[in-house]
């Protein structure tokens, strides 16, 4: 196949934002935020091929590399940053957009080289993609031995978390885990009561030619496919709030009640909170807590979007000590800061992030903030613990500890798998203070 280079100013829009999100993910950036502030520059056409090439370059970025590595027949740390980039691009679009034309992945990685001012590895970019067209059924994990590297590679994780997952559900589970960690999630919303007539925004969205299905995790919450304007305008509106079937189902378990003093710590971006003031009268109060300023500006822009009155919010750090009275809320909520990897669909590049030590040290957070906000509970009052983490130490084990120094006794403990229930892997345990 001749593949004649194109020009940087050939570029699509899409590829060259899709470039410039990944060299800043490789710098520390996350690609949640980064594509959310580049979506107003792109059509939709070029937003939509945006977001799959940035997620999916991350979900599968090892076993692109291990590609790479293969035909470049060098270390893919010994390559350039921007070279990098542009083949794991080239190689996302030859292997997972069938649609694509291969002489468009090739050009257009060859032009963003081009365009990072690596014009000397041009022709090298135009090799390596050339010939992973010509050998389109190499498979990086076929001479892998080893069970858990094999996997690791067929699904693009670090092997350390292969080898938790089997350990905790056994390798055929954690190889469907995996797999599940790679595919694109539902999206999910509830409407927002205090803005919408949930029946007619259902019927709306239906006119307008979108699949809706109610949910099988949570109350309340549907899953939505077509129609991406109308639900974005529906959603910019305050009608309805884009949240994931489990966060959803934390802010559910808490069932906020007439007149009750309901605590939520961690409380940013403000889903959790806001469902429950959605759900609560007026005369509820709901503190919601964080201790981003800049976080907590969307917690403040999203109540008043809602219009909701009952949130107040409070800056402050959950690890500290905490200026409430003793037994004052008859619900807490701490939906503690962890590793993530039960939303490893929507932040990908966590897995590339993240080591053991890590978990480790989300943990000792995690007791910190228990331990802080214990005293707060009135006698009978409820405190949920939560986490989007699938992992024991961050969990199980947080709350047995907790259970053994303070006077509370477990009610319940949910868990929300990826593979499962098709939405994101959460922990909830469901307490109360004696």
């Known amino acids: 196949m001749a593949i004649v280079l194109a020009k940087s100013k050939e570029i699509s829009p899409a590829r060259l934002a899709a470039f410039r999100i990944l060299q800043q993910v490789e710098k520390g950036a996350f690609s949640s935020i980064l594509l959310a502030s580049e979506e107003p520059r792109l059509q939709p056409t070029d937003r939509a091929l945006c977001h799959e090439l940035v997620l999916g370059v991350l979900r599968w970025q090892w076993r692109l590399d291990k590609i790479v590595e293969h035909f470049s027949k060098r270390r893919i740390e010994s390559l350039d940053h921007a070279v990098r980039i542009a083949l794991r691009l080239g190689l996302y679009q030859l292997h997972y957009l069938t649609r694509i034309p291969a002489s468009a992945a090739v050009n257009e990685s060859v032009s963003l080289v081009r365009h990072a001012r690596v014009s000397s590895a041009t022709a090298f970019v135009n090799a390596v993609l050339r010939r992973a067209i010509k050998e389109a059924g190499y498979d990086p994990a076929a001479g892998v031995s080893e069970p858990l590297e094999r996997i690791a590679i067929q699904t693009s994780h670090p092997v350390w978390l292969i080898e938790r997952w089997a350990n905790a559900l056994g390798i055929a589970?954690?190889?469907t885990f995996a797999a599940a960690n790679n595919t694109v999630p539902p999206t999910a919303f509830r409407v927002v009561n205090n803005r919408a007539d949930e029946s007619k925004v259902i019927s709306r969205l239906r006119a307008a030619g979108a699949e809706v299905e109610a949910s099988q995790v949570t109350e309340g919450a549907w899953r939505v496919s077509g129609a991406t304007?109308?639900?974005?305008?529906?959603?910019?509106?305050?009608?309805?709030?884009?949240?994931?079937?489990?966060?959803q189902l934390v802010a559910r378990v808490l069932d906020v009640k007439h007149g009750e003093r309901v605590l939520d710590l961690c409380a940013a971006p403000g889903g959790k909170t806001t469902l429950m003031a959605d759900g609560a009268d007026d005369d509820a109060m709901i503190v919601?807590?964080?201790?981003?300023?800049?976080?907590?500006?969307?917690?403040?822009g999203t109540t008043r979007l809602q219009q909701l009155k009952s949130i107040k919010p409070v800056l402050l750090d959950a690890v500290e000590e905490l200026p409430f009275e003793s037994r004052v809320f008859d619900r807490v909520l701490v939906d503690a800061p962890c590793s993530g990897t039960g939303t490893l669909r929507r932040n990908p590049e966590i897995r590339w992030r993240l080591t053991t030590l890590d978990i480790g040290a989300f943990a000792e957070v995690q007791k910190q903030i228990l331990s802080r906000v214990a005293d707060a509970v009135k006698p009978g009052g409820l405190l949920v613990y939560s986490t989007c983490?699938?992992?024991r130490e961050e969990n199980e084990e947080v709350i047995e500890e907790f259970l053994a120094r303070e006077n509370f006794h477990l009610l319940d403990t949910l868990r929300t798998w990826p593979h499962r229930q098709q939405c994101d892997g959460f922990f909830i345990a469901s307490l109360e203070r004696r």
């Open 173 to 175: 589970e954690a190889e």
């Open 288 to 300: 919601a807590a964080d201790r981003s300023e800049s976080r907590m500006a969307t917690v403040v």
């Open 229 to 247: 304007s109308f639900v974005r305008a529906l959603s910019a509106a305050g009608e309805i709030y884009l949240q994931d079937e489990a966060s």
């Open 389 to 391: 983490s699938v992992e």
